[in-house]
T-cell receptor
Framework: DAKTTQPTSMDCAEGRAANLPCNHS???????VYWYRQIHSQGPQYIIH???NNETNEMASLIITEDRKSSTLILPHATLRDTAVYYC???????????FGKGITLSVRP | DVKVTQSSRYLVKRTGEKVFLECVQD?????MFWYRQDPGLGLRLIYF???????EKGDIPEGYSVSREKKERFSLILESASTNQTSMYLC????????????????FGEGSWLTVV
């Protein structure tokens, strides 16, 4: 699976959009971009995934660049409960084997 | 709702003890996984299973074994616990996707905090 690069941390104000970047310059054509998050002391939680097209669900939006070498997870109206470590993972999805990196710590401030 | 249940949230065991961590999923998933998570090291895959009685080593299998006798249950076994196995252990499960185009997602349990003294 291709590797990803994320900043170590970022913060945003409550109620504002949080834009979390991820670089995956070696992604191959059959690899998906997945985002998970982990709130302190809990198991990781699936957020969203995509292949080429932008995706949106009730939690977030995923914007993938046309060359697929980077993506951005958007939390449109961040709340204090969104404070967590967010993992960007690239994988074919075959048999679900996902390799988690260190992720980005998002701190939402009041 | 998808549910992955880990039997123990917190355990304290002595060095040399045999430890069983149990995990059950209620979604009829084919795939099950055990990860451990340590500060600064992220999540690391210990073992995974694609089907009943099948298992494959992950990235850090040493000191661990697993058992999958039923589809819904996946057990992690520490034959002789050591202090360097103090960690948070996460169980996860997912469906096997015949069509890669649909992608796949993993569902995690809440984690088991194991302390070996």
């Amino acid at each position: 699976d291709a590797k990803t690069t994320q900043p170590t941390s970022m913060d945003c104000a409550e109620g504002r959009a949080a834009n979390l970047p991820c670089n995956h310059s070696t992604i191959s054509g059959n690899e998906y971009v997945y985002w998970y998050r982990q709130i302190h002391s809990q198991g990781p939680q699936y957020i969203i995934h995509g292949l080429k097209n932008n995706e949106t669900n009730e939690m977030a939006s995923l914007i993938i660049t046309e060359d697929r070498k980077s993506s951005t997870l958007i939390l449109p109206h961040a709340t204090l409960r969104d404070t967590a470590v967010y993992y960007c993972i690239v994988s074919t999805g075959a048999n679900s084997k996902l390799t988690f990196g260190k992720g980005i710590t998002l701190s939402v401030r009041p | 709702d998808v549910k992955v249940t880990q039997s123990s949230r917190y355990l304290v065991k002595r060095t040399g003890e045999k430890v069983f961590l149990e995990c059950v999923q209620d979604m009829d998933h084919e795939n099950m996984f055990w990860y451990r998570q340590d500060p600064g090291l992220g999540l690391r895959l210990i073992y995974f299973s694609y089907d009943v009685k099948m298992k494959e080593k992950g990235d850090i299998p040493e000191g661990y074994s697993v058992s999958r006798e039923k589809k819904e249950r996946f057990s992690l076994i520490l034959e002789s616990a050591s202090t360097n196995q103090t960690s948070m252990y996460l169980c996860a499960s997912s469906h096997t996707s015949r069509l890669l185009a649909s992608g796949n997602t993993i569902y995690f349990g809440e984690g088991s905090w194991l302390t070996v003294v």
